[in-house]
């Protein structure tokens, strides 16, 4: 299983596209947050005037949309169209072991392009006014808030590029997905179809419990909604490689 896991972390970092991944994800935010005005409370740091990287988790998860599909679709799909497949099934690993090896991969990833944003909490550290003065404790409630949101969006990804050998059908698939489970919930929870069942249904987005942690309180509620995602994607990826066996 680290055999696996090593070999796709080196499969991504060999390659210039996914370098060109995580450096469009970290310019997209910077440009947002340091380089386009914005009046009336928009993402620029600098005309705000306020020492909070908040700009930051309010950019990230519509980038990571495209950022997370794109490192994710060729874990199976892939594996898949070259035939790859039916070999890794004859190691000694089981579906769930493949799958996990993939997805911890895809974790690490996410983690690469998650620390370089450090920098930016440096700058308005270093900017405040007294120096230093950021809620610190909130920036790191918020991290998690966006590592877990970014987790989901792994697993949803991983499933995605099960489904199809088509690596771009794959990015799609996960492209997709991964809006729904953010934001859809929303819009049908504002179109008031179901009535009092509105909020129960908004509960259901990932965008919901994303904005709670985002507050800097970890809920154990919200933690649990995401790791009952990431489950659910991940048996579903396993269904679809055993239906593949067939």
Same mark, same amino acid.
């Given at each position: 299983m680290f055999t696996l896991f090593f070999k796709e972390i080196r499969s991504f970092l060999s390659s210039l596209i996914g370098y060109i991944a995580i450096g469009v994800f970290i310019s997209l935010i910077g440009v947002f947050m340091w380089i386009i005005p914005s009046e009336g409370g928009g993402s620029n740091i600098l005309d705000n005037g306020f020492a909070n990287i908040d700009p930051l988790f309010l950019i990230a998860p519509w980038v990571y949309l495209f950022l997370i599909p794109a490192i994710t679709m060729r874990s199976f799909s892939e594996e898949i169209k070259t035939g790859t497949f039916e070999l890794?099934? +004859? /190691?000694?690993?089981?579906d769930l072991q493949i799958i996990l090896a993939k997805y911890f991969a895809g974790f690490t990833l996410l983690l690469f392009s998650l620390l370089p +944003?450090?920098?930016y909490y440096y700058s308005v550290h270093v900017l405040g006014l007294p120096k230093g003065n950021i809620d610190t404790g909130g920036m790191w409630g918020s991290y998690i808030g966006l590592f877990s949101l970014g987790a989901a969006f792994v697993a949803i990804g991983i499933f995605s590029s099960s489904v199809s050998e088509n690596q771009v059908i794959a990015f799609i698939i996960a492209l997709l997905l991964c809006f729904f489970c953010y934001i859809g919930f929303d819009f049908i929870a504002q179109s008031?179809?179901? &009535?009092?069942?509105? +909020?129960?249904?908004k509960s259901l987005g990932l965008n919901s419990h994303y904005i709670s942690?985002? /507050? &800097?309180v970890i809920d154990s509620r919200d933690s649990f909604y995401f790791i009952s995602v990431i489950a659910f994607f991940i048996l579903l990826t396993k269904l679809i490689l055993q239906r593949r066996k067939w």
């Open positions: 890794l099934l +004859t /190691r000694p690993l089981t +944003t450090l920098i008031n179809f179901f &009535g009092k069942h509105d +909020t129960l249904l942690m985002s /507050r &800097g």
